[in-house]
């Protein structure tokens, strides 16, 4: 069973940057695609990018300038990476991986807990 | 972006009533090889977002088949034939056909 769980600060400062990793067990990193999704208390949620274990990255254009994904096959780990961040940034943030299947569908199959990250002084 | 509409936001169903959720895109979701590219997630109270159904109406391994989905191009329907106590949560509709995916605002389903 393949697992995910976001690690990183639960509290960051306003303006400075955001960090979370996503450790993956149970199978490899490799051959998929990963996630970021985020969920602001009580409200939806916003996909932020994904990154492919080769590498190759696609950002919500909203966030684009803000954001960096990056991937370490060797720890079975991926990052985020989010700078700059506002009070608008409190979220839940989720990891998920996403399967590409029939006719190219892409889902996200499977999900971390997800993490509570808050901005504030 | 597409955007991604849901009606209702909220859902009170008694249990082993129907429930419907309805999905509305900006653009069309059916792609040239004519498969629709809607996804449909559930997140119950305190867990993260599960899939049920994939390309507008497959379901995923593991869901039950009281969960159906159809649809036409922009308008598509989660259906539940029996409402169970255990489908309550927060139904979202997902739209995987470009980047960024996007999200309705979400129906949250309740029992009576």
Redesign the interface.
């Known amino acids: 069973q393949v697992r995910l769980q976001e690690s990183g600060p639960g509290l960051v400062r306003p303006w400075e940057t955001l960090s979370l990793t996503c450790t993956v067990s149970g199978d490899s990193i490799s051959g998929f695609y990963w996630s970021w999704i985020r969920q602001p208390p009580g409200k939806g949620l916003e996909w932020i990018g994904y990154i492919y274990y080769i590498g190759s990255t696609n950002y919500n254009p909203s966030l684009k300038s803000r954001i960096t994904i990056s991937v370490d096959t060797s720890k079975n780990q991926f990052s985020l990476k989010l700078s700059s961040v506002t009070a608008a940034d409190t979220a839940v943030y989720y990891c998920a991986r996403h399967k590409v299947g029939v006719a190219g569908s892409t889902v996200f199959d499977f999900w971390g807990q997800g993490i509570l990250v808050t901005v504030s002084s | 972006?597409i955007v991604m509409t849901q009606s209702p936001l909220s859902l009170p169903v008694t249990p082993g009533e129907p429930a419907f959720i309805s999905c509305r895109s900006s653009q069309s979701l059916l792609?040239s090889?004519g498969?629709k590219?809607l996804?449909w997630?559930l997140q119950k109270p305190g867990q993260?977002?599960?899939?049920l159904i994939?390309?507008g109406s497959?379901r995923?391994s593991g869901v039950p088949d009281r969960f159906t989905g159809g649809g036409s191009g922009t308008d598509f329907t989660l259906k539940i034939s029996r409402v169970e106590a255990e489908d309550v949560g927060v139904y979202?509709c997902?739209q995987?056909l470009q980047?960024?995916?996007?999200?309705?605002?979400?129906t949250k389903l309740e029992i009576k």
């Open positions: 972006d792609h090889n498969y590219y996804d997630y993260s977002p599960q899939l994939y390309l497959s995923a979202y997902m995987s980047t960024p995916h996007t999200f309705g605002q979400g």
